[in-house]
């Protein structure tokens, strides 16, 4: 290149420090701040400006502009769009430099919350790294890249018939084939990044995707927690978001409209039009598609502060008034140290303003803050508000009520039908949910493999354990959860551990597999509690201590089981397991040391609190008294265990662990087994942990009977106890389980008396029982209803298969014991709660 253009370049440049930047501009314009940025670790960002991007040899001039570089820069991110378009001029760059430098091949959006995004919808394909000694990489389609980078799509993938998954800046957009793709400008590419987890966006332009397409994505984003973000209102309503917790087995965490910035959303009209802005900033969706949790809120309404952290107030001391932000909208309450219970959930076309909670007087200061808070609101909240009365009124709040009242606008919504001179005021009833059928997931189709480089990184992977969960606020408090219902899963959302950033891989054939069943990890849910709040009382009511044996002797009745609590552990709890576990600790450790190493996307961001809970899961499957058949017994006679704290632990270990959803074998003997005396219909319940067989061509000694069972709630330990002879699922504490059927093999057949004892020869009984775990919450049918026989299907195949095979003889005496305990035809409402102190859980 001709020396005397370079030598022009320089003089026309200017290169000088802008905060942590470092700016490259024509000497014609004058220095303008280019807003916050913060750069990776030992990373130097060069700006261009663009009247400085149309100098000719602008490229060939920048190591005389840059040099020196500062001390300790090992990477150089030149942000000048399209630059790496043409890779020879950057090669030269980064070899007259001896340095790494990161750039665009295209256009990229530049704001600081879309993490400088120059992927799909961009123009370009991302960010490609250059080297000294090295040809051009890509380095991804985000700078700086987020931890989950990889487990995204680099380019547009269809799902279904119906539903395109397309990357944008803050992880995927789910939308209607028909819809026209996101770029710059979109809608989409306004919602901002998050260093921690994917978002999901949901809607736009055409139909709102189904919760099955959207269940097929969230499965396989299970290990980096995503959160879902409902563009169109249809995916924010509650009978969307419970079916999508129904199919994925899972609680949903979503917002409850598009994103704007930290703690700030905007519920959406049909047509993409801001509706309102909704206190809830960040709503929980429990499993199985029960209520709704606030998570996180926004900014308070004009003349309130926060105080709590789901909270607003109104004044000071005993005058004060205060305003829980519910799913729903906003309780009014006097002062009192209990928090409004989740009322009901969150509605897209509006909010509601509930005066009081049941028991409270609704009187002058009460409705005189409401008057207060309606007269701040912005014209979108103002226009769909609803009154609600929680309480009862006292004589002189009719007429406050009815002022109040007549100050507000007509709701907008619903759009059907004359709008009402004034907001309605509900009576305070409960509000019924609705029921969610679970219908049959369509079969995931194959997309196509056509692209080009860079490689696509998609959402099909190896199976891997998934642990991690979306990162929250420290002071964000987690309602306490129920106490499980017999057949209760632990659903709840993840802390990411860093996680392995892979290189992108083709998408797998997943042609004619039915999305309940792609064999992936499935996401376990919530490890780690956050300590409630003072001001917060539970989602649901506080259950008696549990009862002892020894207190029910002495009340003349047996003693009840003991359904060990769906929670996560505390640390008080790990450090006492710990200790009172001892060497059988310390040699578990090992075990668990090793999986992590094998698997990392079982760690946690605390490694040691996970330790702690796959350690009480390994001890459940070894010997002695933390083995399975004494901590069941003691969980039937209705005591903790034999070890301090390993009942929580184990809890937490299980619900860390990868969902099977396979059928599992469990055995028994014939007229011996309570599962073959039971007929069609008939449910048995474990209300302690139940083992299974993920291995269908395995059998015991002395068993003649087979038993299947469809799970729900099963959770794999293959990626935890690595080289055993059988691998092993758990089934969650107080699962129940629907007999189907009980099936014998026509005479002729192999008797399935168990062969030699080497297993030459062996094969399987008989005679089988069929079961479907039930899920939690669901009142089955003394009759067949159509899941069970869709199931029942599935197990005859299963059977059938296994029938016609040989089977090897696993003759581990423990493992014979977990496999074959026999289930309780027993009713879990009998039965005490264990509380173990997780109201007072320490926060992690």
């Given amino acids: 290149m001709d020396r005397n253009a370079d030598r022009q370049s320089l003089d026309e440049l200017v290169a000088e420090p802008q905060g942590g930047h470092l700016l490259v501009r024509h000497r014609t314009e004058p220095a303008a701040d280019a807003g916050p940025r913060h750069p990776a670790p030992a990373q130097l960002i060069v700006l261009i400006s663009p009247r400085a991007r149309q100098v000719p040899s602008l490229v060939a001039a920048l190591p005389a502009l840059l040099r020196p570089l500062p001390e300790g820069v090992r990477s150089l991110c030149v942000a000048l769009p399209g630059l790496a378009a043409d890779p020879a001029p950057v090669q030269v760059l980064a070899k007259e430099l001896d340095i790494e430098v990161l750039a665009p091949d295209g256009e990229f959006v530049p704001e600081p919350a879309a993490a400088w995004y120059a992927g799909h919808g961009s123009g370009g394909t991302g960010w490609w790294r250059f080297r000294p000694d090295a040809p051009p990489a890509f380095a991804g389609a985000r700078l700086p890249a987020p931890r989950w980078e990889g487990a995204v799509p680099v380019t547009a993938v269809p799902l279904d018939a119906a539903t395109v998954a397309e990357p944008v800046a803050a992880g995927i957009l789910l939308r209607s084939v028909d819809a026209p793709a996101a770029g710059v400008g979109h809608p989409a590419f306004t919602v901002p990044v998050d260093e921690h987890f994917p978002k999901v966006l949901v809607g736009g332009a055409g139909p709102v995707p189904t919760p099955a397409a959207v269940a097929a994505v969230l499965d396989r984003l299970a290990p980096v927690g995503p959160v879902l973000v409902p563009v169109d209102p249809g995916a924010s309503s509650h009978v969307w978001q419970a079916e999508l917790a129904l199919r994925t087995g899972r609680e949903v965490l979503f917002t409850p409209g598009v994103p704007l910035g930290p703690a700030l959303a905007t519920a959406l009209t049909p047509e993409g039009e801001p509706l309102f802005q909704p206190f809830p900033a960040l709503l929980r969706q429990t499993a199985r598609g029960g209520d709704q949790q606030v998570l996180e809120v926004g900014p308070p309404p004009t003349g309130w502060t926060r105080s709590g952290p789901r909270t607003y107030r109104l004044g000071a001391g005993e005058t004060a008034v205060y305003a829980d932000v519910v799913p729903s909208g906003l309780v009014l309450r006097p002062a009192s140290p209990e928090c409004a219970a989740e009322i009901a959930p969150f509605d897209p076309t509006g909010w509601t303003l509930t005066l009081g909670t049941p028991g409270d007087v609704v009187g002058l200061r009460l409705l005189v803050a409401a008057e207060r808070l309606v007269a701040g609101l912005d014209p979108g909240r103002r226009a769909v508000v609803r009154v609600r009365v929680g309480g009862e009124l006292d004589e002189q709040a009719g007429a406050i009520l009815h002022r109040m009242a007549e100050a507000l606008p007509s709701p907008r919504v619903p759009p059907t039908g004359p709008a009402p001179a004034v ?422």
């Avoid at 195949?797 to 014991?817: H, I, K, M, N």
């Fill in 423 to 844: 907001p309605p005021v509900e009576p305070a009833v409960p509000v019924a949910e609705p029921a969610v059928p679970l219908a049959e997931p369509a079969p995931l189709p194959r997309p196509p493999v056509s692209y080009a480089a860079p490689p696509i990184a998609t959402m099909s992977s190896v199976p891997v354990s998934t642990v991690s969960e979306p990162r929250r606020p420290a002071e964000q408090p987690v309602p306490e959860p129920e106490a499980p219902a017999a057949g209760t899963t632990p659903e709840t959302g993840q802390v990411p551990a860093e996680p392995v950033v892979q290189a992108p891989v083709p998408l797998e054939n997943t042609e004619d597999v039915p999305i309940a069943e792609v064999p992936e990890a499935e996401a376990p849910e919530e490890p780690h509690p956050v300590q409630q709040a003072e001001d917060e009382s539970p989602a649901a009511p506080v259950e008696p201590a549990p009862v002892e044996p020894a207190e029910a002797a002495a009340a003349g009745g047996p003693a009840k089981p003991l359904v060990p609590k769906d929670r996560p552990s505390t640390t008080a709890e790990q450090n006492r397991f710990a200790v009172a576990a001892g060497e059988a600790f310390t040699e578990a450790l090992a075990t668990v040391n090793a999986a992590l190493a094998a698997w990392p996307s079982m760690r946690q961001g605390d490694a040691n609190e996970a330790k702690a809970d796959y350690v009480a899961v390994c001890l459940y499957l070894g010997r002695g008294e933390t083995g399975a058949t004494q901590v069941n017994g003691a969980v039937r006679a209705g005591r903790k265990g034999p070890v301090d704290a390993q009942l929580p632990c184990l809890v937490s270990g299980i619900r860390r662990l990868p969902t099977h959803r396979r059928a599992v074998l469990r055995q028994g003997r014939v007229g011996e087994s309570l599962e073959h005396q039971s007929s069609p219909g008939t449910v048995l319940t474990e209300p302690g942990f139940l083992t299974g067989s993920m291995d269908l061509d395995v059998t015991v000694p002395g068993a003649d009977l087979d038993v299947l069972i469809w799970p729900a709630s099963a959770r794999r330990t293959s990626e935890l106890m690595i080289s055993r002879p059988m691998n092993e699922v758990v089934f969650a504490a107080g699962a129940r389980f629907k007999a189907l059927a009980v099936r014998t093999a026509e005479d002729g057949d192999d008797d399935g008396e168990g062969g030699d004892e080497r297993g030459e020869g062996v094969s399987a009984p008989r005679v089988a029982v069929l079961f479907r775990e039930l899920t939690p919450g669901e009142s089955p049918g003394t009759e067949l209803d159509e899941r069970d026989l869709i199931v029942l299907a599935k197990l005859d195949r299963v059977l059938a298969s296994r029938q016609q095979g040989g089977v090897r003889v696993v003759e581990d005496p423990e493992v014979a014991a977990r496999l074959t305990t026999s289930l309780l035809e027993w009713q879990p409402e009998a039965a005490e709660p264990e509380l173990a102190g997780h109201a007072a859980a320490a926060t992690r």
